[in-house]
């Protein structure tokens, strides 16, 4: 008896504590936006704001972390559509099974989310708005993307194996690069125009009827398969100019899609 008395007492003085740290840091960040000394556009107090986001996200359950993601885009601090001077950084953040779970009668509003480079090994986003996202050079292994909306999103050069997307058209985003090998694509699934697709992989993905997923009856003008490894192992469009991303390649897609 004393032994479960001693790790309830434990667990409450955990949670106790991640509860104070999640008020902590949503305070704290709730006054510095308002003085008139902080400004957004200074390096140095973004820098101070990315320490004491990452070290919150390292301290809080994922429902918290969830909270503090929402929190920020909110804020304004974590958006497509702001100046990049303006924007924080949260490359390398932990965002480790945290779960963006809307419904269809209200889905999650996480358009224009800026979260390149992000530590997200199953966080799973349904029924959520990802227009405009950017989710550029993130690691996303079994990421679940399901009944969302990601058009004119970009997920450039993610690592992303054996993800699941399901009831999802694909429209304007950048797929270049990326690594989506063994991916199943469940439900029904779209592919419309200005999809790139260029050097990813998607060898052994499947569809929800558990085949090979066909894309040769797609227009290459719609999506673009430069160098693309199909499920099968095969590629249909080779660019040997193009299989070794210098950096300033792809930049030209970037602005294509946000357009």
Same mark, same amino acid.
């Given at each position: 008896?004393?032994?479960?008395? @001693?790790?309830?007492?434990?667990?409450?003085?955990?949670? *106790?504590?991640?509860?104070?740290? =999640?008020?902590?840091?949503?305070? /704290?960040?709730?006054?510095?936006?308002?003085? +008139?000394?902080?400004?957004?556009?200074?390096?140095? /107090?973004?820098?101070?704001?990315?320490?004491?986001?990452?070290?919150?996200?390292? /301290?809080?359950?994922?429902?918290?972390?969830? #909270?503090?993601?929402?929190?920020? +885009?909110?804020?304004? *601090?974590?958006?497509?559509?702001?100046? #990049?001077?303006? @924007?924080?950084?949260?490359?390398?953040?932990?965002?480790?099974?945290?779960?963006?779970?809307g419904s269809p009668d209200t889905p999650y509003q996480l358009d224009y989310i800026y979260l390149p480079g992000i530590y997200a090994p199953n966080i799973v986003f349904s029924?959520?708005?990802?227009?405009?996202?950017?989710?550029? /050079?993130?690691?996303?292994?079994?990421?679940?993307?399901?009944?969302?909306?990601?058009?004119?999103?970009?997920? $450039?050069?993610?690592?992303?194996?054996?993800?699941?997307?399901?009831?999802?058209?694909?429209?304007?985003?950048? !797929?270049?690069?990326?690594?989506?090998?063994?991916?199943?694509?469940?439900?029904?699934?779209?592919?419309?125009?200005?999809? =790139?697709?260029?050097?990813?992989?998607? !060898?052994?993905? $499947?569809?929800?009827?558990?085949?090979?997923?066909?894309?040769?009856?797609?227009?290459?003008?719609?999506?673009?398969?430069?160098?693309?490894?199909?499920?099968?192992?095969? =590629?249909?469009?080779?660019?040997?100019?193009?299989?070794?991303?210098?950096?300033?390649?792809?930049?030209?897609?970037?602005?294509?899609?946000?357009?």
């Amino acid at each position: 008896v004393s032994n479960e008395n @001693r790790k309830q007492d434990q667990l409450q003085a955990d949670e *106790l504590n991640i509860r104070k740290t =999640f008020e902590t840091y949503i305070d /704290h960040v709730s006054i510095l936006l308002v003085d +008139h000394k902080f400004n957004r556009s200074n390096p140095e /107090h973004l820098l101070y704001l990315r320490v004491k986001t990452l070290t919150a996200l390292r /301290h809080v359950d994922v429902n918290r972390k969830r #909270d503090i993601i929402l929190f920020l +885009h909110e804020s304004r *601090l974590i958006r497509s559509d702001i100046p #990049d001077t303006e @924007r924080l950084n949260l490359i390398s953040a932990d965002l480790q099974n945290v779960q963006f779970l809307g419904s269809p009668d209200t889905p999650y509003q996480l358009d224009y989310i800026y979260l390149p480079g992000i530590y997200a090994p199953n966080i799973v986003f349904s029924w959520c708005s990802l227009k405009y996202a950017v989710f550029d /050079h993130a690691s996303m292994s079994n990421v679940q993307i399901l009944n969302s909306t990601i058009s004119y999103s970009s997920f $450039y050069q993610i690592n992303a194996p054996n993800a699941i997307i399901g009831d999802i058209i694909f429209h304007r985003n950048n !797929f270049s690069n990326a690594i989506l090998i063994g991916t199943h694509f469940a439900g029904i699934i779209g592919w419309k125009e200005g999809v =790139f697709l260029t050097n990813a992989d998607l !060898f052994v993905s $499947y569809t929800f009827e558990e085949s090979a997923l066909n894309f040769h009856n797609y227009d290459i003008n719609s999506l673009n398969f430069q160098n693309l490894r199909f499920p099968d192992g095969s =590629f249909r469009s080779i660019d040997s100019s193009n299989l070794i991303d210098d950096g300033g390649a792809e930049k030209g897609v970037g602005f294509i899609l946000y357009f």
